[in-house]
């Protein structure tokens, strides 16, 4: 028997109504994309027409990999900030390899730090997050320096507190997708 | 959330070692990447193809995009246009009458000039465009102040050619892909522009701060002779910028210098003009002695 129209919804993905709705597995391609994927546009957000007199759009690519890498611990592997961070410097101006060693460096130091303190909250996360992208902001600077004429660290400062103050909106993203990607 | 328990993966001789390899590849990958840094400090422009193979995928996105944010205040410039059409009118008008007479000032002087440079036998040197695009993204996230040219060598664009704005001069070219080219804007700390007083040709550089400004530094030591409100143009020398460019507006004096603000702002200059590097070859003579990436410019 037909069950009565209570609300009127599109149908999506009109093929799953006649699969079984127990023992649903997610898609593999979607838990493996969605990390990965983020992770690249949070880089590539440097290619939008934003134009600054300061460094101050926040590194998306950096919160996107410090708040998968703190949500989900176990996700990304131990060597996924080379990959991550070679690919970010492509699009930030660096020189490359600086993130790539940035990144390693940060994803290192969380692994540590899980080994000591094992259960989180989200404000120590928070913290750690703040700690890690301010080092990784003044690491940069450091290696711009090494290759080129540098301006002082005080430029960096605006650019630092946005990135700080927005880490909870790129991890309510990633939680968002998170959901979606373990979707049945 | 805690992390799962992968750290003591039990008896599993096979899980225990392929645990140990992540932190294997992981503390080997870092010196990789450490290793891809020393190299690209070594040579600036090693990994450039890189960079312009993302420039060129990303490159429509951005078009896209900036497509639209120009249009967008292009229908906010219309609108606000309508409101004070006709006071602006009338002080078109006026303006238009005062500078009718300073105009024809120019003209004589310039027929002058000509005659005077034709008697003493200089030969001019005109730096002509190679081609007129747009900015289309900057590093906005980094400490290097660096923009997106959204045409490259397809229309002659190569490294070392200044690129100025209709209001001044925003910087020069250096690296050239295939459809974009990427402009070390005059605020970057590496950029060293030559640069003169407009009123009286006081010789002076120019280096950025990194925050939207740069200093200016008189050849002579001594007290800052500047005074705010200076205009400072490009003077030409190094054969690189043509001369009397407009550069910037000096907005503080400081103990051997000043402050100024460049008179091209890179979020909204509706062009940027790609030139041939003024006095060519003079430069292309000098390159083959020194060339820019072999000496070291000295960091303050």
Redesign the interface.
């Known amino acids: 028997m037909k069950s009565p129209v209570t609300a009127i919804r599109l149908p999506l993905r009109p093929g799953r109504e006649y699969e079984s709705r127990f023992d649903r597995e997610p898609s593999t391609l979607k838990m493996l994309a969605i990390p990965i994927a983020s992770i690249m546009f949070g880089s590539?957000?440097?290619?939008?027409?934003?134009?600054?007199?300061?460094?101050?759009?926040?590194?998306?690519g950096l919160l996107m990999f410090l708040a998968w890498r703190l949500?989900?611990?176990?996700l990304l592997?131990?060597?996924s900030?080379?990959?991550f961070?070679?690919f970010d410097?492509?699009?930030?101006?660096?020189?490359?390899?600086?993130a790539?060693?940035l990144w390693?460096?940060a994803?290192?130091t969380v692994e540590i730090i899980?080994?000591r303190a094992?259960?989180r909250d989200h404000l120590q996360d928070w913290l750690i997050a703040s700690l890690l992208i301010a080092a990784a902001l003044l690491g940069?600077?450091w290696?711009?320096?090494?290759?080129?004429?540098?301006?002082?660290p005080v430029?960096?400062l605006p650019?630092i507190m946005l990135s700080i103050l927005l880490y909870p909106l790129v991890v309510r993203i990633c939680a968002r997708l998170d959901s979606w990607r373990l979707a049945t | 959330m805690a992390p799962p328990p992968h750290r003591r993966p039990g008896f599993s001789r096979k899980a225990q070692y392929s645990l140990f390899a992540t932190y294997v590849i992981a503390i080997a990958g870092t010196v990789v990447a450490a290793l891809l840094l020393v190299v690209s400090i070594a040579d600036p422009a090693g990994f450039a193809a890189l960079r312009a193979a993302g420039a060129e995928v990303t490159a429509p996105v951005a078009r896209f995009f900036n497509s639209v944010r120009r249009t967008s205040r292009d229908i906010g410039g219309n609108l606000s246009a309508y409101f004070d059409a006709a006071s602006k009118n009338a002080a078109l008008t006026k303006e238009v009458a005062a500078s009718r007479t300073k105009l024809i000032e120019a003209r004589a002087l310039r027929v002058e000039n000509a005659r005077l440079r034709g008697l003493l036998k200089l030969q001019e040197e005109t730096a002509e465009q190679v081609v007129v695009a747009r900015l289309i993204s900057s590093t906005a996230s980094s400490t290097r102040r660096i923009a997106t040219l959204s045409v490259g060598s397809n229309y002659g664009v190569e490294r070392a050619q200044p690129v100025r704005g209709p209001s001044g001069l925003i910087g020069r070219v250096i690296e050239s892909g295939p459809t974009t080219a990427r402009v070390l804007l005059v605020t970057d700390a590496e950029n060293l522009v030559p640069v003169m007083r407009a009123s009286d040709g006081l010789p002076a550089f120019s280096t950025g701060l990194g925050n939207g400004l740069v200093v200016i530094k008189p050849l002579n030591l001594g007290e800052s002779p500047f005074k705010v409100g200076d205009i400072i143009v490009t003077s030409g020398n190094g054969g690189l910028y043509q001369p009397n460019i407009p550069f910037a507006r000096v907005i503080r004096k400081t103990n051997d210098g000043a402050l100024a603000r460049p008179l091209a702002d890179p979020a909204n200059t509706p062009y940027a003009m790609v030139m041939r590097a003024y006095q060519g070859e003079a430069r292309t003579a000098q390159q083959s002695i020194a060339p820019d990436g072999a000496v070291q410019e000295v960091v303050e």
Not at chain 1, 71 to 74: D, E, F, Q
């Open positions: 590539m957000v440097t290619t939008l027409p934003v134009f600054t007199a300061q460094p101050l759009l926040p590194p998306f949500m989900r611990p176990g592997p131990v060597w900030g080379v990959p961070g070679l410097d492509i699009f930030s101006g660096q020189p490359f390899g600086s790539g060693l390693s460096l994803m290192l899980d080994s094992i259960w940069g600077l290696i711009a320096s090494l290759a080129h004429a540098a301006p002082s430029v960096l650019q």
